[in-house]
């Protein structure tokens, strides 16, 4: 166990979410490396990129109170020192958050790659609140024979059930009202159901919510074993995602 490094990337604005994934990398490790890297390669929208929240002192102070034994918070210049050779999430990168978000998948290979590379992580530790972006990481990690484990933890959430995440803090109270239809429409059991609940509240502008075959990120079908709701859309000009697994939200 004391040989080995577990490592959580994120791109800093560390909230509870990142905090458990520290704990938990912490139980596989006693060294912990914690990455504090915004990633514009993954960015499609300038604006998002320059709201990103950044505050690496705060983030540097929590990281180590949760268990990080080393946060590392790299230049632009020292993930990608010279001509970026991107790495292609493929027809993958494409579906759902990739239809809206173009390149989206593309940058955080590229930027999980350069990661990887110098950190050299027994385990990585990602959030399921990103479960394409964590089916994508586990594909890319097996096809590639990349020899490190990915392991994954469940959302966490704030007590009235919306998923924690960074941009967060750009929601209003009435935003974060509206916000919270995403959590009801994961309760629901089709994907009909799922849409009439969204559809009630005005300030929330759906871009996708479907079900899906966990094992193949593919629509769910009668074969399906494992399904999961997926739901994107936007707060007043925020853009929120969230998943569960169908019949299961807590
Ligand atoms: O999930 C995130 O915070 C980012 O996509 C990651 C994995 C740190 C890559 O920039």
Redesign the pocket.
Known sequence: MSDSIAFV???GALHAGHLELIEHARKLSDEVVVSI?V?PL?FENPDDLAKYPRDIEGDTEKALSAGATRVWAPTFDEIYPSEIVKISAGELGQRFEGRERVAHFDG?LT??NRLFQNVKPNFAI??EK?FQ?LFIIKNWVKENQIPVEIISHPTVRDSDGLALSSRNQRLSAADRKSALIIHQALGALTKEEMLQILATEPGFKLDYAEIIDEESFEIANLESLHKRGIIAGWVNGLRLIDNSPMGFVR
């Open positions: 990337p994120t791109m890297f990633n993954q955080v930027v999980v990602f959030g990103d972006q």
